[in-house]
């Protein structure tokens, strides 16, 4: 007998529903899964059977077979258990139900029965909402209700067992769908446990990180072990602008396909903050793999991708940077096609200054050599470094900074993001008619076009550039840089001391160490 169930599968950040098609016939037991199955899916052939078994159902031995269609799409995952589950039992005249052609079942099963958790849940139930005339709703596992609950107009029916989904779609029991009020969660939690009234002293390091939350500029912090640079990094998302419901919703659902979202937060609605390790390969970096899955980089989307201790990267780590950076997104090609990842991010580096640390430390001695510091240094390349715009240096803190009381003159987050979000808007409004929204993006004609400056600011821009042999590269960043500053001050022209101040934001240049 033939049976035909839906479930749904993930490629890319895409969900696609799968057609589950079980057919039972007399003959020696077999049991095949075809359709471009992986190991996982394979797999399933057991669990179902032993799931089938200890849940009280009956399971002879028959031919078996399962397609799962369309079959030029690759099936991953152990999401298909309980749809086959459904199809075995549908087909052996164990379960009938209508219902069924509503739904698109997902689950892994437990040899016991029980319905576990799986992966990619919410841009499965956003296609299932784009499918509203053929599906109503989703079965799925307990744990995931509050991931698929903030997509609205389906019903989310939450089921811990084979045999509760069996009652569901049989009729026997009802299953009230799980509704949550989106903007309730989006509200409840967009909190930060950190903030910047915490950080004592760096004054010029926070008015710094102010301009590069600004602008959306990617920015480098040196200095020596214990400056404060983590400290600071991990506190840069508090100022950034909130995230919309569409940045929540596109963020959640590359952690819904990693498998890093919570069940009672449903919804990823604070900017990403990822700092991988300088072990990490390019591979966990950019994201592949045999079957490809997202990289820090765009579980950093929105938000921002912190590399500590930068020259400790491997070199061809660094530059896998260099594309993603320019393009926002991340392309991924196997022999079965290709996938895109989003991956728009503020990057954020620090960095020691030499090998040892302390090139330049006002008490502790540099045992560095110069062609040690030089090689060191050489390791960051010119054309990563291009797409750096700030770099900053971040000295030892003093005892006296130390010694302040808490808060006591330090800018808070909120007060840090209102002034950026006041640059923010400003910068939407000049920017939106060409497709960009900060002015870290701008190209070297928008540069021309909004970055104008007097001749007086003119003739002194010159003289630094001369003075210090700044590059071309180094202009087109200051007067980026520069806007940015006249823009968190709400004025429209540049003068002569954003420039100044900007040309501070460029301490590689200046020292000409690269």
């Known amino acids: 007998m033939l049976a035909q169930v839906f479930s749904a599968t993930v490629y890319g950040i895409e969900g696609h529903i799968i057609k589950v098609e079980t057919d039972i016939s007399a003959g020696m037991f077999s049991f095949s ?33 399962v397609n799962l269609a369309p079959a030029d799409i690759k099936k991953e995952g152990v999401g298909f258990d309980l749809a086959i589950a459904i199809g075995v039992l549908l087909a052996t005249n164990q379960l009938k139900s209508e219902k069924v052609k509503r739904y698109a079942i997902l689950g892994e099963l437990a040899l016991d029965g029980t319905v576990n958790v799986v992966k990619g849940v919410l841009p499965i139930a956003i296609e299932v909402a ?65 903030d910047f009234s915490e950080v004592r002293g760096q004054h010029f390091a926070k008015r710094a990180i102010t301009v590069a939350a600004a602008g959306a500029h990617n920015i480098l912090m040196i ?49 990403p903050f990822r700092a991988p390790h300088h072990t990490i390969s390019d591979v966990a970096l950019i994201g592949g793999g045999t079957y490809p899955r997202p990289g820090e980089i765009s579980l950093a989307h929105n938000g921002v991708l912190f590399l500590d ?96 009381d808490a808060g006591s003159s330090e800018s808070s ?4 993001l209102a002034r950026v979000e006041l640059a923010r808007e400003i910068q939407y409004k000049r920017l939106k008619g060409y497709g960009i929204l900060c002015n870290a993006h701008m190209s070297a004609k928008l540069v021309k076009q909004f970055c104008k400056i007097n001749a007086e600011s003119e003739r002194f821009l010159e003289t630094v550039m001369d003075k210090l042999g700044l590059s071309a590269r180094a202009y087109e960043r200051i007067l980026k840089i520069s806007r940015t500053i006249a823009d968190l001050d709400g004025r429209e022209n540049i003068e002569t001391k954003d420039i100044a101040e900007a040309i501070q934001y460029r301490h590689l240049d200046k020292r000409e160490l690269i």
């Open 33 to 65: 899964i075809v359709g471009l199955p992986d190991a996982a899916v394979k797999e399933a052939r057991e669990r179902v059977v032993a799931a089938i078994r200890n849940s009280g159902f009956d399971f002879y031995p028959r031919r078996i077979i």
């Open 223 to 271: 200095g020596p072990p214990g400056a404060g640079k983590t400290m600071l990094a991990k506190r840069i998302p508090t100022i950034l602008p909130p995230m919309t419901l569409d940045e929540a919703i596109e963020t959640t659902k590359i952690y819904s396909i990693a498998g890093l979202t919570e069940d009672n937060r449903g919804l990823i609605s604070t900017r």
């Open 130 to 194: 784009k499918r509203k005339g053929e599906l109503s709703g989703v079965i799925l596992p307990e744990g995931n209700k509050n991931e698929a609950a903030i997509v609205e107009g389906i019903e989310v029916i939450p089921v811990s067992s084979l045999t509760e989904a069996v009652k569901f779609l049989s009729g026997e029991a009802e299953i009230t769908p799980v509704r949550v009020d989106i903007n309730e969660v989006f509200t409840a939690c967009s909190k930060y446990d950190v």
């Open 309 to 404: 201790e930068l020259l400790e990267f491997h070199r061809d780590v660094l530059e896998s940077l260099r594309q993603p950076l320019e393009e926002g997104k991340v392309v991924i090609s196997r022999a079965t096609g290709s996938v895109t990842y989003p991956a728009k991010f503020m990057l954020v580096c620090a960095m020691n200054p030499c090998p040892c640390g302390y090139y330049g430390h006002p008490v502790k001695e540099c045992k560095c050599t110069p062609f040690q510091i030089q090689k060191y240094l050489s390791k960051l390349s010119g054309p990563l470094l291009d797409r750096i715009d700030i770099q900053i240096e971040v000295p030892t803190v003093k005892i006296a900074d130390l010694h302040t």
């Open 413 to 416: 987050s909120a007060e840090i």
